[in-house]
């Protein structure tokens, strides 16, 4: 990995460039390589609105991104099954409700679930199926 050069030492390089020194003088004076200059130069220019992403370059930025928001909403996930796990430890499971038939009825029945959601939530429903 090339080490990390000072933001003030870059500003200072891309100022020589835009004096009108050559990339290969500016390189030689402060001893850092041609391809790191060009490399601040596009970032510089991007980054001032001068030029516009390459399409690799804008779908990379959209995929990092994207696993961020993914890293984001799985430890958001994680928080919400231990909070759950530690309501289930204090609060009492309810009792099933008189219209929810247990499993065994269900099934002599050719009964299937269908879960709707509705303004209240996620509701089970029953409903028959032909065999």
Wanted: with cysteine; aromatic share 8%; net charge positive.
């Amino acid at each position: 990995m090339p080490k990390p050069y000072p933001p003030e030492f870059r500003r200072r390089a891309l100022d020589l460039l835009e004096s009108g020194r050559s990339v290969r003088e500016v390189a030689a004076s402060l001893g850092i390589a041609e391809s790191c200059l060009h490399r601040w130069r596009r970032r510089d220019l991007i980054d001032r609105g001068l030029k516009s992403l390459s399409p690799t370059q804008a779908e990379s930025v959209a995929l990092a991104q994207a696993r961020a928001r993914i890293a984001e909403l799985e430890n958001q996930v994680k928080i919400w099954r231990k909070a759950a796990a530690a309501v289930e430890q204090v609060v009492p499971q309810k009792s099933a409700s008189p219209w929810w038939p247990s499993w065994p009825f269900a099934s002599a029945c050719g009964l299937t679930w269908v879960f709707v959601v509705g303004d209240t939530g996620i509701e089970p429903v029953a409903s028959t199926v032909s065999r």
